[in-house]
């Protein structure tokens, strides 16, 4: 009887002791080969009613920074898709073509395509000088800068950031509205159809020309 129960702990002890060896083991590899998260391939796409911009001319030095890049390359020609940005070099043009609008920025200009759904189409004007051309679509084409919102329905206007004067400037040739937060904070609404519009940053203050 005694002889069954020392054999009994005997066993128990072994085991135990197995158990014990195997997780320390597997402690060390796990602290030896850690695990390693994979670099993820998915790439987020337009939405499937954005529209697609094209390039219809460009001279100069032109820059895109696309929805999987890292930073501004330099294009020749292709197409721009919602979430892009282009910038231009000094003595640099580009002309884009989408749906709702043509833009045509100037050199040293940098906008944001924001938005390229044709019934809410947005761009970020973020320096420079650049010109829009609303299509014969019905839709509207929305330009913001700094504190202020252009809409434009028909026609052109063309908006250049005077960094200098701290002040942009808005000329127009078509159905347009200006809004922009004055500075008491609230939101003011021009309509336009022709004329030349300077909004001063500083004072943020809108003169009519």
Known sequence: ??????????????????????????????????????????????????????????????????????????????????????????????????????????????VGFVDTIPSEFLIKQVSGKVVYKAKKTGNTVSIRDNIILVSLSSGQVTIANDNDRNRIKISINGEVKVAFVNKDNKTKVWDFRKGNVIVDLEKKELEVM
């Open 1 to 110: 009887m005694i002889k069954n129960v020392l054999i009994f702990f005997t066993l128990f002890i072994i085991g135990f002791t197995g158990i014990i060896a195997f997780r320390i083991i597997q402690v060390r590899k796990s602290e030896t080969n850690p695990y390693q998260t994979e670099k993820s391939s998915f790439k987020l796409q337009p939405p499937l009613l954005a529209s697609e911009g094209k390039i219809s001319s460009l001279s100069g030095v032109v820059r895109k920074f696309g929805r999987d890049d890292d930073d501004f390359h330099t294009i020749e020609n292709g197409v721009i898709l919602q979430g892009e940005r282009l910038r231009t070099e000094k003595d640099s043009r580009v002309t884009v073509d989408f749906e709702s609008a043509q833009i045509i920025l100037d050199g040293e200009s940098e």
